[in-house]
């Protein structure tokens, strides 16, 4: 009997040393005079810049100490609001889009950055093509923007080649770009070529559109305007030009592999594939160039999404935090991540050399990128809004419905009206 | 008395305790919440039956998934029951191989989901899959789009879960039928019963218990469905196979309306224990305990 009350009192004393071991100093922060700024972010570990411009900024601030919390990258977005949810401190926030951000904001996860924009006499909005007047809500600017992404049309210089047929330009409309995919077009069962691919997404078509700011997803009264990009991708699918969306779903294929293995001729993606392809492609010459609209828009605008990164709202060193993102997503953190072709929300003429010069380090790369990268005006893909995850939900919706033909394109669009302007009275 | 009271007690505690902590008081909290609104940023707000008015009048999305989830549930449920009885006496037979045929069946239970999802995805592939290259050889020009026609996603889903299924509640009813006293067969054929009236008056109601747990596994499981949805088709096309679940996640984790789904939530909840009510009011009457 006492041996069974002393194991007792001894596993008891064991359970609580080891909880109370749980439970540190949490003043550590002062580490003989060092700031620790806690920054979220995805994907920390398999990315090499990031790494590379963490240290170069700690390097110009010895006192700042970066302490990076990471997340995977699948359930970011759900595990950071989740985090903010319970208060944490996060000095950095990194986002994975607009929708993302307009979510934080809603909640009161991120604080405005106006005050610090004016008071940061090196900070030029002007850098940023527009963007940072985009990444505001209630005329408050929320995010600056880290890496920005433009859709292009990116095509297989071989497979034209080949086919003697002259490469894609920039301004063309949808009849062009459907009666071109269709003479790239060619062989039968696995041999098959496909003059185009359109990837599952609703904003692979809605795009199209978005760019020449003929729709925008907060005014249902653009969104007849989609009516004819619809007919005319599912024209392509009908006459086998690209691949079924149906097939596409149920196989999960990914819109890389299928350009990586020129089993397309041509696909419209954003400019993030660039780097994909830097790495990965080394046995054909690929080109890019604007994507087709029915405006008569030549490369003049560009569309894409937008990686923000902001200040958290229960951050302990924001002062710190803007010292940290003025860095990054100014122009010594654009020119680490311009050398692996991804683009950085800022923009600058060393930045457009460094794209220019791609091609002298991979071969495959084309000339003169800088071409639909110094553009005039830059379209957030989706705009800043409390309700734009649900808006996008639908259109997502919507979007299966009209390319699954389970339902016309007049009838899809309708639906689409419908819903969001319901939602948006809600 | 005390002390054995004590040390019972003691052995139950951690497992009330997990219990308690994480399924009872989250239940409690989230029946607070459906009477309030909250995003998870700013300050809990209480507006009483706002969420059911807006559940019951205004979101059509509710209504399509409620539809949803009967559809699935009132397919899925009586085909599983009968096809694994059906397995379950075919597999009670003294036939050569009997042992390999009842691992094959039970396989597609063990497998994971996610790998049973996916190849039968690839089987059913409205351009590529083997099944409508079948159908087409077999002369039907335009067979069933399958997962990408909101037609048949619901069935090609159906598909999935029964296969998945039935050879778990096989072999519940295997061990079912081995309690059946074989006497009772052997008077049933000495009177000139047939298979179908041995079946009938002898097999069915001497598995009434059995039948009455697995009917109340299948619908319970039926109506929380949601991984299978969730990575087969998203719910789509459109909404055809957006169940009850999947709703509840989106409205929680997309739309961050928390209050909103935990309402939906409870009336989830009340739906499946209302059903269970009345298979326990119904089991009286319809069991037979030999």
């Known amino acids: 009997m006492n041996k069974k009350r002393v194991g007792i009192a001894l596993f008891a004393g064991v359970l609580s040393i080891g909880m109370l071991s749980g439970c540190g100093d949490e003043k550590k922060d002062a580490k003989g005079g060092k700031t620790d700024l806690k920054v979220a972010i995805w994907d920390y570990s398999t990315t090499e810049y990031y790494k590379t411009m963490f240290d170069a900024f700690t390097k110009k601030n010895p006192d700042i100490n970066i302490e990076v919390v990471e997340f995977s990258a699948d359930e970011y977005d759900n595990t950071v609001t989740t985090q903010l949810g319970g208060k944490q401190d996060f000095d950095v926030v990194f986002t994975k889009g607009t929708p993302a951000l307009s979510g934080l904001i809603a909640q009161g996860h991120v604080i405005s950055l106006d005050d610090y924009i004016k008071n940061d006499s090196d900070f030029n909005k002007d850098n940023y093509l527009g963007l940072i007047d985009q990444l505001t809500m209630d005329d408050k600017v929320y995010g600056v923007p880290f890496r920005k992404d433009n859709n292009l049309l990116f095509y297989n210089k071989d497979l034209f080649d080949k086919a003697d047929v002259p490469y894609p330009e920039d301004g063309m409309n949808m009849k062009e770009y459907h009666e071109l995919a269709e003479k790239m077009t060619s062989g039968t069962g696995n041999d098959k070529v496909y003059g185009a691919h359109f990837h599952t997404w609703a904003s692979n078509v809605y795009d199209l559109a978005r760019r020449p700011e003929a729709f925008d997803q907060l005014d249902t009264d653009t969104y007849d305007n989609l009516k004819p990009y619809y007919d005319e991708v599912l024209a392509m699918q009908d006459e086998g030009a690209i691949q079924d969306y149906g097939a596409l779903k149920s196989s999960n294929i990914h819109y890389s592999g299928v350009f990586y293995n020129q089993q397309t001729s041509m696909i419209t993606i954003g400019t993030w594939f660039i780097n994909n392809l830097l790495e990965n492609v080394t046995d054909f010459n690929w080109g890019v160039c604007s994507t087709p609209n029915n405006e008569g828009m030549g490369k003049d605008n560009a569309v894409g999404g937008v990686t923000p990164v902001s200040i958290g709202a229960y951050a302990k060193h924001p002062d710190e935090a803007w010292k940290f993102i003025s860095y990054i997503c100014g122009e010594e953190g654009a020119e680490v991540i311009a050398k692996t072709g991804i683009l950085p929300g800022y923009n600058s003429d060393k930045i457009n050399q460094i794209f220019d010069d791609l091609p002298k380090t991979y071969e495959n790369a084309p000339e003169n990128l800088s071409n639909y990268i110094d553009v005039d005006k830059y379209v957030i893909e989706q705009r800043m809004d409390p309700k734009i995850k649900d808006i996008e939900n639908i259109l997502t919706e919507e979007h299966s419905e009209i390319m699954t033909k389970s339902i016309s394109v007049d009838e899809g669009v309708k639906k689409m009206k419908e819903r969001v302007s319901e939602l948006q009275q809600n | 008395m005390k002390k054995k009271n004590l040390v019972a007690y003691s052995f139950i505690l951690p497992?009330?305790?997990?219990?308690?902590?994480?399924?009872?008081?989250?239940?409690?909290?989230?029946?607070?919440?459906?009477?309030?609104?909250?995003?998870?940023?700013?300050?809990?707000?209480?507006?009483?039956?706002?969420?059911?008015?807006?559940?019951?009048?205004?979101?059509?999305?509710?209504?399509?998934?409620?539809?949803?989830?009967?559809?699935?549930?009132?397919?899925?449920?009586?085909?599983?029951?009968?096809?694994?009885?059906?397995?379950?006496?075919?597999?009670?037979?003294?036939?050569?191989?009997?042992?390999?045929?009842?691992?094959?069946?039970?396989?597609?239970?063990?497998?994971?989901?996610?790998?049973?999802?996916?190849?039968?995805?690839?089987?059913?592939?409205?351009?590529?899959?083997?099944?409508?290259?079948?159908?087409?050889?077999?002369?039907?020009?335009?067979?069933?789009?399958?997962?990408?026609?909101?037609?048949?996603?619901?069935?090609?889903?159906?598909?999935?879960?029964?296969?998945?299924?039935?050879?778990?509640?096989?072999?519940?009813?295997?061990?079912?039928?081995?309690?059946?006293?074989?006497?009772?067969?052997?008077?049933?054929?000495?009177?000139?019963?047939?298979?179908?009236?041995?079946?009938?008056?002898?097999?069915?109601?001497?598995?009434?218990?059995?039948?009455?747990?697995?009917?109340?596994?299948?619908?319970?499981?039926?109506?929380?469905?949601?991984?299978?949805?969730?990575?087969?088709?998203?719910?789509?096309?459109?909404?055809?196979?957006?169940?009850?679940?999947?709703?509840?996640?989106?409205?929680?984790?997309?739309?961050?309306?928390?209050?909103?789904?935990?309402?939906?939530?409870?009336?989830?909840?009340?739906?499946?224990?209302v059903v269970t009510l009345i298979q326990f009011k119904g089991e009286k009457r319809f069991t037979n305990y030999l």
């Open chain 2, 15 to 273: 497992n009330l305790l997990g219990f308690f902590v994480f399924t009872f008081i989250p239940i409690i909290f989230s029946l607070l919440l459906s009477f309030c609104e909250w995003d998870s940023g700013n300050p809990i707000k209480f507006v009483g039956l706002d969420n059911f008015v807006t559940m019951f009048t205004k979101d059509k999305s509710f209504w399509i998934s409620l539809k949803n989830t009967l559809y699935y549930t009132v397919v899925t449920v009586p085909v599983t029951l009968v096809l694994s009885l059906f397995l379950a006496i075919l597999m009670n037979k003294p036939i050569k191989g009997r042992n390999f045929f009842r691992s094959v069946l039970f396989f597609p239970y063990v497998a994971s989901l996610v790998a049973v999802a996916v190849v039968w995805m690839a089987l059913f592939n409205p351009d590529r899959g083997p099944i409508n290259g079948i159908l087409m050889a077999l002369g039907v020009n335009n067979p069933p789009r399958w997962a990408a026609s909101t037609t048949w996603a619901m069935p090609t889903i159906i598909g999935l879960t029964v296969w998945k299924g039935m050879g778990y509640y096989m072999i519940v009813y295997l061990a079912a039928l081995q309690g059946v006293p074989k006497e009772l067969y052997e008077a049933a054929a000495l009177d000139g019963a047939s298979g179908w009236q041995q079946f009938r008056n002898v097999t069915w109601p001497n598995v009434t218990p059995t039948t009455f747990f697995i009917l109340m596994m299948l619908l319970v499981s039926a109506f929380k469905s949601y991984d299978t949805m969730y990575i087969t088709t998203q719910g789509g096309p459109g909404e055809a196979t957006k169940v009850l679940a999947y709703h509840i996640y989106n409205s929680a984790f997309v739309s961050s309306k928390f209050g909103y789904a935990s309402a939906l939530s409870m009336v989830l909840f009340v739906i499946v224990m």
